[in-house]
């Protein structure tokens, strides 16, 4: 990791207060802000990112990005979410009854994909044609005539809790974790890709190379 390319974003001031645990929260705060940072201000319509974080403690206001580069990954230029799960592929699960580690323990806190894609209204009911290519695992989000251009952020701690910062184009963002009792298991979308950072954050956490 030491040499991909560092990036730094600041913590807000106060954390978002979404999850009783400490450590979640400043994960999904941290997220929050990296999609603000690294997604809105920088613009629509660029590449998607693999990068893991850094977070020194819970206290800390600066979080360190490492980009992962893109040859490392995704060097066929293929989709991203089949380039990650194809990285994953063979690399093994982690372990039940994970011992719970802190952030500044670790050498890192997580790891999370950015990408743009195509999403649909969430108050409607899945067309017929969409049932059947959801179950044939085809996309076709980008056909239907009230498709919406989202960007996503699917991100894993090391403790494997799950987070997911989903932004609609023009709308704000919002914060999700599939961990967390009682949330929206609906609203994280597909469970491919973080199945595939998990293996990948838990690689790393363990000193192993998955690239």
């Known amino acids: 990791m030491q040499f991909w390319e560092k990036r730094t974003v600041f913590m807000p001031s106060k954390p978002l207060g979404l999850f009783q645990d400490d450590l979640a ?118 056909l239907a005539p009230d498709r919406t251009e989202t960007r996503c952020v699917y991100g894993v701690d090391i403790n494997q809790q799950q987070f997911h910062v989903f932004r609609a184009r023009g709308e704000e963002a919002r914060v999700y974790s599939s961990s967390e009792p009682g949330s929206d298991a609906s609203a994280t979308g597909s469970g491919l890709i973080p199945h595939a950072l998990n293996r990948i954050a838990h690689a790393l956490r363990e000193g192993h190379r998955p690239f």
């Open 25 to 142: 929260d400043a994960m999904a705060t941290a997220l929050h802000a990296i999609e603000a940072r690294e997604g809105e201000r920088r613009g629509w319509d660029r590449p998607a990112r693999l990068f893991t974080v850094h977070l020194a403690s819970l206290d800390s206001r600066s979080i360190e990005l490492r980009m992962v580069p893109t040859r490392s990954w995704n060097s066929r230029n293929i989709n991203p979410a089949d380039a990650l799960i194809n990285v994953a592929r063979n690399l093994p699960d982690p372990p039940e009854g994970l011992r719970r580690r802190e952030y500044a323990d670790s050498p890192l806190a997580g790891a999370a994909l950015m990408f743009e894609g195509w999403g649909r209204p969430n108050d409607r009911e899945l067309t017929e044609y969409e049932q059947r290519a959801a179950e044939l695992g085809l996309r076709v989000n980008h």
